[in-house]
Structure formats: structure tokens, C-alpha cells
């Protein structure tokens, strides 16, 4: 099949996820496209970690609405459509689904669009209700005319057949390349090491995880976030004995997810978190926010906890570093359940059946 991607949030776990489907598509013999748009977060050296094979279209897109620069982009994908005639068309986070649902309908392609929310926007905890409230209309109406709707998580999918009742919705899960991952390691150091990875942001809830870390600090535990973002957040984390390392290549991150004791998930909402998935294959069992995406991936008491309140996320964490034959068995389930259902070729299995039944 001839397959376009459209990516506007082309960072983070959306650039994880894209980039797998792509490469996958095209190791499979598929004619892959990839439209994107940079962000401050896109890797630098991005196109290393795409196949040779996928062949790049970059469109500038942004997250906030701008109707000059959103008409720009929308004439520029239906020019796309027309020139590549693709038999499916696959569209990843909400503006590029908005403007990617425009130009295929424009186009006569409707039937042949599948969206990939990864984050509802009406879930966003840093705007207004009204605000919230404005991206659900939006939702709903760029499900009207076709197309399937994604879901990346089951409560993603719960929420999309209640809030934006499209035609058509199907569930699939995110995935990780199971042999890029690699396993927990034993330091050494007697120390008990818990941490996060991902953008300092608004939605992973830094001064959550600023608080729960200097609850904890006297108990001689370390604390470490893997990734760069906001200035100011990077410094006050660093202040409160966070141990910051920037952003780093992906088998550099990796390699410092594996040295952790405990992941920490302390994200305002979720799709389905990459940085989770690969913490649980790694065998480290999670501690997360009671959120949708997080309670998807973590099993309750036996792969991690999910946790209500911060006082309860101290509790049980303050069990777990106490305990280090519970994170031993916690984390060994936690691999053996992810390793079969987080892998990418159940996942590319199941999307490319997806596209085989809706190729134009």
C-alpha cells in the first residue's frame, strides 16, 4: 500500500510512535510518507531514526490555532493528496487530524482516514473549561464526515465513543521496540534510584514530582528526570535535589531508564505513555497518577501502583524502596506481561489490517 503519515507533535512519545509505524510499514514493502512538522522538542538527527525508505514531506504546523498558518498547511496536504494519490491516509494528534480530515475530505479520501488522537486535547488540564470544552466541539466535528478514530488506550477509546461519537473507532495499542529496551541493571550502589522520562511540561506535572521527591529525600533516595524542557521547571527541579539530565539520544535515555530502581509517572492526563511501556518491558515497576493512559498501562499491586493522591504515591513508594524483593517481583511481572503486548509487530499486525479494510 501507498501510506501517508501526518505528524504535526513530532517529539516525545508521538515521535516514538510514528517513527515505529513508519518503519515497520516500510520494512514490510509498503510505499511510506511521512508529512511533519518540527517542533523544539523533534530530535535534531530525526531522520536517522527513520527507515531509508520513508520518504519525508516537512509542512510547518503548529499547536496552537493560527488561521494563516493552518490554511497554509491545509493547502499544502490537499497539494500532497493530489500528488501522491496514498490509499490510506494516517494522521497523528489532534491538528494535524483537524487539517488531515479537511484536506482528505476536500480530496474525496475521507474513507481511506485514520486519526490518531494520542492525548485527547478537551482532556488538557492547562486551559480553560470553555477552552476544553471548544477542542471537544472541535473533535466532533471533524469526526462527522468519516474516517476512523484511533484509540491508543481503552480508556482513550471510552472516552472518544462518549465525547466525540464518531462513525468509526477501533482500539490499538501503543507499542515499543521490545529489543531496543533495554533490562533493568543492578547498580550496585545499595541506593534506591526513582525517576521519570519525558519534556518538563505542564501535563508530566513537574511540582508534583518536586513534592513527592522532597517528601522522600531523607530517606536517602535519588531522584532523576530524564529529559530537557521548560527552563525555569529544569532549575526549581534541580533545587529540590532532582537530578535533570537533559535531553539525550534515545539509546542514551534508554540506557538511563534501565538503571532505574523506580519509574515515577506523576503526568495531569495521558493517551498511553511511551516512557511507562518501556519502563514496565524494562522490568521496573511503576508508580503513577490515577489518570487514563496511566491506569492502562500499570496493573494495580502488580506491576506498580496507581495512586489518587500525593500522599498515597509517597506511601507507596516509601514501601517499595523499603522492599526490594517486591520491586524484584514487580518489575518481573511487569516484563512478562509487556514483552507479548506492547510489542510492535502485534501492533503493526493489527494496523495493518486496520488499513487493508479502509485503502481507498
Known amino acids: 500500500m501507498r501510506v501517508l503519515q501526518v505528524c504535526e507533535s513530532f517529539g516525545g512519545g508521538n515521535f516514538s510512535s510514528v517513527t515505529q509505524i513508519c518503519n515497520g510499514l516500510a520494512r514490510r514493502g509498503h510505499e511510506v510518507h511521512l508529512a511533519y512538522s518540527r517542533r523544539p522538542e523533534t530530535p535534531a538527527d530525526f531522520s536517522s531514526a527513520l527507515d531509508a525508505a520513508v520518504i519525508l514531506h516537512e509542512i510547518r504546523m503548529t499547536r496552537a490555532i493560527s488561521p494563516w498558518i493552518d490554511l497554509r498547511a491545509l493547502m499544502a496536504l490537499i497539494a500532497l493528496l493530489r500528488v501522491l494519490d496514498p490509499q490510506v491516509i494516517h494522521l497523528h494528534s489532534s491538528k494535524a487530524g483537524f487539517l488531515g480530515r479537511a484536506a482528505a475530505l476536500v480530496s474525496g479520501r475521507i474513507r481511506s482516514v485514520l486519526y490518531s488522537p494520542?492525548?485527547?486535547?478537551?482532556?488538557?488540564?492547562?486551559?480553560?473549561?470553555?477552552?476544553?470544552?471548544?477542542?471537544?466541539?472541535?473533535?466532533?466535528l471533524a469526526a462527522r464526515p468519516g474516517g476512523t478514530v484511533v484509540a491508543c488506550s481503552k480508556g482513550e477509546l471510552d472516552q472518544i465513543r462518549r465525547s466525540i461519537r464518531p462513525k468509526d473507532a477501533l482500539l490499538i495499542e501503543n507499542a515499543v521496540d521490545v529489543g531496543m529496551v533495554r533490562r533493568k541493571v543492578d547498580?550496585?550502589?545499595?541506593?534506591?534510584?526513582?525517576?521519570?522520562?519525558?519534556?518538563?511540561?505542564?501535563?508530566?506535572?513537574p511540582g508534583h514530582f518536586m513534592r513527592v521527591a522532597q517528601k522522600l529525600a531523607h530517606r536517602g533516595v535519588e531522584f532523576v528526570w530524564i529529559g530537557g524542557g521548560d527552563g525555569a521547571d529544569a532549575m526549581e527541579l534541580a533545587r529540590c535535589g532532582v537530578q535533570v539530565t537533559g535531553w539525550l539520544t534515545r539509546a542514551d535515555a534508554l540506557e538511563r531508564l534501565s538503571q532505574l530502581d523506580i519509574y515515577l509517572q506523576t503526568s495531569l492526563w495521558e493517551g498511553m505513555p511511551m516512557a511507562v511501556i518501556e519502563a514496565q518491558v524494562a522490568g521496573i515497576p511503576a508508580v503513577v497518577t490515577d489518570v487514563l493512559g496511566n491506569r492502562d498501562v500499570v496493573i494495580n499491586a502488580e506491576t506498580g501502583f496507581i495512586c489518587g493522591t500525593i500522599q498515597e504515591m509517597v506511601d507507596r513508594l516509601a514501601a517499595l524502596v523499603a522492599d526490594a524483593g517486591a520491586r524484584e517481583r514487580m518489575g518481573a511481572r511487569a516484563r512478562e506481561l509487556a514483552l507479548g503486548r506492547f510489542s510492535v509487530d502485534r501492533m503493526l499486525e493489527e494496523l495493518i489490517s486496520a488499513y487493508a479494510l479502509r485503502a481507498a
Open 118 to 140: 494520542r492525548g485527547l486535547s478537551f482532556l488538557q488540564q492547562d486551559v480553560s473549561p470553555r477552552r476544553r470544552k471548544f477542542f471537544r466541539w472541535l473533535e466532533w
Open 187 to 205: 547498580r550496585g550502589d545499595g541506593r534506591v534510584r526513582i525517576g521519570t522520562a519525558g519534556r518538563i511540561s505542564f501535563p508530566r506535572n
